[in-house]
T-cell receptor, first 114, second 116 residues
Framework: DTEVTQTPKHLVMGMTNKKSLKCEQH?????MYWYKQKAKKPPELMFV???????INESVPSRFSPECPNSSLLNLHLHALQPEDSALYLC?????????????FGNGTRLTVT | DQQVKQNSPSLSVQEGRISILNCDYT??????FLWYKKYPAEGPTFLIS?????DKNEDGRFTVFLNKSAKHLSLHIVPSQPGDSAVYFC???????????????FGKGTHLIIQP
C-alpha cells in the first residue's frame, strides 16, 4: 500500500467540466509535488509546495490550479482542459525540500479528457 | 521492503572523472527505469530513462546501463562537472500495455559531490 493516497484512480471529464484531483499523506512530509506523465514518457514536474506554499510552478497552463489546504493535503483543480491533457497525474511528497529527502509517490489518477 | 535500492548514500568524485551511481531493484515486473536529479529547494527533475527492452541509453554526458538478469542499473556521468553535485534518485515503474502505469518507486537517493 502506498503512503500517498490519490483519488480518484480514474477520471473522465469533458472539456467544459470542472474537477479536482486529491492527494493525501500522513507522514508529516512538508513538501508535496504534482507530476504529469504521458504514456511511455517520464513524469514531468508541474508544481512543488514547500511548507504549504507554492515554491515551483513549471510553466503550467492556468487551466491547472494547485491548492494546498494544509500540510497533509494537495489538490489539483482542473478547468477547461484539452484532450492532450489526458495523462497520469502523480502526487508525491518528501520529508522536506532538501537533500536526501526521498520521494514517496502515489499511484496516480488516470485522467481522460473527452 | 524496499523494491528499489541505492546502497550508497553519498559519492565523492573528482571533477573531470567518471561518476557511477548504482541502483538495484527486486521487482522483476518493473519495465521502465528513470534517474532524477535534485538540487536543494528544487523539485526533482528528470534526467534520463531506459526501457527494459534496452540495455543502454545515452544522452550527452549521461549514460544509463540496465542489466535485467542482475536487476541492476547504473548511471554514468562523464566527465563529471561541479554542477552535477546533487542528489540522484533512481526510480522504477511498471508500465501497462494500455499506456497506464503504476506510480513510481524511488530509491533513497545518492548524494553526488563533485570535487574541484
Amino acid at each position: 500500500d502506498t503512503e500517498v493516497t490519490q483519488t480518484p484512480k480514474h477520471l473522465v471529464m469533458g472539456m467544459t467540466n470542472k474537477k479536482s484531483l486529491k492527494c493525501e499523506q500522513h507522514m508529516g512530509h512538508r513538501a508535496m509535488y504534482w507530476y504529469k506523465q504521458k504514456a511511455k514518457k517520464p513524469p514531468e514536474l508541474m508544481f512543488v509546495y514547500s511548507y504549504e506554499k507554492l515554491s515551483i510552478n513549471e510553466s503550467v497552463p492556468s487551466r491547472f490550479s494547485p491548492e494546498c489546504p494544509n500540510s497533509s493535503l494537495l489538490n489539483l483543480h482542473l478547468h477547461a482542459l484539452q484532450p492532450e491533457d489526458s495523462a497520469l497525474y502523480l502526487c508525491a511528497s518528501s520529508q522536506e525540500d532538501s537533500y536526501n529527502s526521498p520521494l514517496h509517490f502515489g499511484n496516480g489518477t488516470r485522467l481522460t479528457v473527452t | 521492503d524496499q523494491q528499489v535500492k541505492q546502497n550508497s548514500p553519498s559519492l565523492s568524485v573528482q571533477e573531470g572523472r567518471i561518476s557511477i551511481l548504482n541502483c538495484d531493484y527486486t521487482n522483476s515486473m518493473f519495465d521502465y527505469f528513470l534517474w532524477y536529479k535534485k538540487y536543494p529547494a528544487e523539485g526533482p527533475t528528470f534526467l534520463i530513462s531506459i526501457s527494459s527492452i534496452k540495455d543502454k541509453n545515452e544522452d550527452g554526458r549521461f549514460t544509463v546501463f540496465l542489466n535485467k538478469s542482475a536487476k541492476h542499473l547504473s548511471l554514468h556521468i562523464v566527465p563529471s562537472q561541479p554542477g552535477d553535485s546533487a542528489v540522484y534518485f533512481c526510480a522504477a515503474q511498471l508500465m501497462y500495455s494500455g499506456g497506464g502505469a503504476d506510480g513510481l518507486t524511488f530509491g533513497k537517493g545518492t548524494h553526488l559531490i563533485i570535487q574541484p
